[in-house]
């Protein structure tokens, strides 16, 4: 069974960084592809990075300059770096994976991200 765990979340102030981390447990890591999404109350959620094997890593337009999504195979952990976070980043961030094979997606928990002074 995989699970995905994600932490790192808190509150912080607008203009500082955070750093989430997602690692995944029963999974061929390596043979998967790795997303962030974000889902703020009232909203629905949605995509704000992927990571995956062999490609480039791709960003929504909102984030693009200021999060990196990056992978530590090794650890079967992704990151994304948040800087220069803005109040409208508040939200519970997601990851998913998805195994490149069958298609299957997994989810996490959430963690919860407050941008505000």
């Not at 995905?4 to 500082?16: A, C, I, R, T, Y």
């Not at 629905?44 to 909102?62: F, H, I, L, N, T």
């Not at 803005?86 to 298609?103: H, M, N, P, Q, V």
């Amino acid at each position: 069974q995989l699970h995905l765990v994600e932490s790192g979340g808190g509150l912080v102030q607008p203009g500082g960084s955070l750093r989430l981390s997602c690692v995944a447990s029963g999974a061929r890591f390596i043979a998967a592809s790795t997303h962030w999404y974000r889902q703020a109350p009232g909203n629905e959620r949605e995509w704000v990075a992927s990571a995956s094997p062999g490609r480039s890593p791709k960003y929504a337009d909102s984030v693009a300059g200021r999060f990196t999504i990056s992978r530590d195979s090794a650890k079967s952990t992704v990151f994304l770096q948040m800087n220069n976070l803005k109040r409208e980043d508040t939200a519970t961030y997601y990851c998913r994976l998805r195994e490149i094979s069958t298609g299957t997606d997994y989810w996490g928990q959430g963690t919860q991200v407050t941008v505000s002074a």
